[in-house]
């Protein structure tokens, strides 16, 4: 099982053999991540986009990023060329936050030899990795996954668990939307009642590199004090950082249960009346 975060020192010896997914994206502009791509990435790069190929059709009710069927998710991963014995490496230009998902979407099929590339695309360029805009031929890999269902919950559980707390919900936005302040992408502000907030950013340092493991241990360790054994749902706006806050633990060792609401609170938002915290 791969370490879910990877140096690029780590992957320039392995990046004809491994397979390298370029997930940029911006939440704006959606085609932008594939312009990028076509323009310049590391060589071999196949591209994965979230809206297309890791996210669901919106219903107007599941949220931004509804979490795509594993049926949708294995075609997807097999035009990646991904095979049973692949080592996958995902990468973006925002720290992890868009390959996170790629890397979560993998894990809950099944499939444990997936990293992100720390510091992404500007960590490649530091050490003076190349791009080109040569587009790979790619083969349809075989890759067959299964998802481990209890990893997801949906927004009926989250309604359960308001009264039960048998779960922690971290909510991994910015803490300035988590407070209901300068909500500029969902139409409602505030956080779902008994949240608590570690924006995803927290797990990167000032140069966009992840902290270490022991550094994110730490932390969470504080975070979590009066919690000491709950299991976590980890949530977002649209359950795509989330799984970045699900990587840094997976990464800082913490032994934890762990689930994804993918729906997140643009789903929790879409019912007006399920309760906010403004």
């Not at 444990?112 to 510091?119: F, K, M, Q, R, T």
């Not at 490649?124 to 790979?136: C, E, R």
């Not at 803490?175 to 950013?201: L, Q």
């Not at 299991?231 to 990587?247: E, K, T």
Request: net charge negative.
């Amino acid at each position: 099982m791969m370490n879910p975060v990877l140096n690029a020192e780590e992957l320039i010896n392995h990046r004809e053999e491994w397979v390298i997914v370029d997930c940029r994206y911006h939440l704006l502009q959606p085609d932008w991540g594939y312009q990028q791509y076509v323009e310049n990435h590391l060589s071999s790069a196949r591209f994965v986009h979230l809206d297309n190929d890791l996210s669901a059709p919106k219903t107007g009710s599941n949220g931004r990023h509804p979490l795509a069927s594993p049926e949708q998710l294995i075609k997807v991963f097999q035009h990646l060329g991904i095979n049973q014995d692949s080592r996958v490496v995902a990468y973006d230009d925002m720290g992890g936050c868009f390959a996170s998902r790629l890397w979560w979407s993998l894990k809950w099929l099944g499939f444990d030899n997936v990293a992100v590339l720390n510091g992404g695309l500007q960590s490649w360029l530091k050490i003076g990795g190349t791009l080109t805009s040569i587009l790979p031929q790619v083969t349809p890999g075989n890759f067959i996954g299964q998802p481990q269902e209890q990893w997801v919950v949906k927004v009926d559980d989250i309604e359960t668990n308001l009264a039960s707390k048998e779960y922690l919900i971290i909510d991994a936005r910015a803490n300035d939307r988590y407070r209901g302040e300068n909500e500029t992408i969902d139409p409602v502000a505030g956080h779902i009642p008994g949240a608590i907030n570690r924006p995803f950013v927290n797990n990167l340092d000032k140069d966009g590199l992840f902290k270490t493991a022991t550094e994110i241990n730490n932390e969470l360790t504080t975070l979590l004090s009066n919690h000491p054994q709950q299991p976590i749902i980890h949530q977002c706006g649209s359950g795509v950082s989330a799984c970045h806050n699900w990587l840094a633990m997976s990464y800082a060792g913490l032994d934890r249960t762990l689930r994804l609401y993918p729906g997140s609170w643009s789903e929790w938002v879409s019912d007006p009346t399920r309760p906010i915290v403004p």
